[in-house]
T-cell receptor, first 112, second 114 residues
Framework: DQQVKQNSPSLSVQEGRISILNCDYT??????FLWYKKYPAEGPTFLIS?????DKNEDGRFTVFLNKSAKHLSLHIVPSQPGDSAVYFC???????????FGTGTRLTIIP | EAGVAQSPRYKIIEKRQSVAFWCNPI?????LYWYQQILGQGPKLLIQ????????DSQLPKDRFSAERLKGVDSTLKIQPAKLEDSAVYLC????????????FGEGSWLTVV
């Protein structure tokens, strides 16, 4: 049962344009969502998170949007840079759980 | 601040052999996790410790996998005997309690079973 889904295995975006990565979830108990970035041969690195009490969180070039009614979140990267090329994982958890459930990842390639 | 340390980084073993991975979490982090990431999939939690107690090991294949966290600091994950399907990256992670559930990962230990 895949509770967190990333339906696009890969995405290519021109440098300088906006990258939009999508994530859907099915478990209504989830109330905290995170995005991790992973380079080859490295562990995932925390990027940005959002609590269910918000619908948007911004950190520099990265913005995460949460639509609770649709059980959908997205990560926007603008402008996209070559160093953003990586695999991005969406993860979710809920208060008191401390266990992350991950999606399958989206490989983002930024084209110079 | 030092990150999560893991060793060895890479290991190749034959099926039915045993292997052990070591992890040292970020100083002060009470919660330690072992995740398994198979190629093309997201990380899957194997076991979660809080201090030296097990919080969740529901997805740990206990017939072949074991983990311990003596003294509530570093941890060891062991696989014995290994199967071909155990080929994966084993990620150790740690977090502080009530820090917004942000979990910090090590670089991973890459296991190939042949």
């Amino acid at each position: 049962d895949q509770q967190v889904k990333q339906n696009s295995p890969s995405l290519s975006v021109q440098e300088g344009r906006i990258s939009i990565l999508n994530c859907d979830y099915t478990n209504s108990m989830f109330d905290y969502f995170l995005w991790y970035k992973k380079y080859p041969a490295e562990g995932p690195t925390f990027l940005i998170s959002i609590s269910s009490i918000k619908d948007k969180n911004e950190d520099g070039r990265f913005t995460v949007f949460l639509n609770k009614s649709a059980k959908h979140l997205s990560l926007h990267i603008v402008p996209s840079q070559p160093g953003d090329s990586a695999v991005y994982f969406c993860a979710a958890t809920y208060f008191g759980n401390e266990k992350l459930t991950f999606g399958t990842g989206t490989r983002l390639t930024i084209i110079p | 601040e030092a990150g999560v340390a893991q060793s060895p980084r890479y290991k190749i073993i034959e099926k039915r052999q045993s292997v052990a991975f070591w992890c040292n979490p970020i100083s002060g982090h009470a919660t330690l996790y072992w995740y398994q990431q198979i190629l093309g999939q997201g990380p899957k939690l194997l076991i979660q410790f809080q201090n030296n107690g097990v919080v969740d090991d529901s997805q740990l294949p206990k017939d072949r996998f074991s983990a311990e966290r003596l003294k509530g600091v570093d941890s060891t994950l062991k696989i014995q005997p290994a199967k071909l399907e155990d080929s994966a990256v084993y990620l150790c992670a740690s977090s502080q309690i009530r820090q917004g559930n942000t979990i910090y990962f090590g670089e991973g230990s890459w296991l190939t079973v042949v």
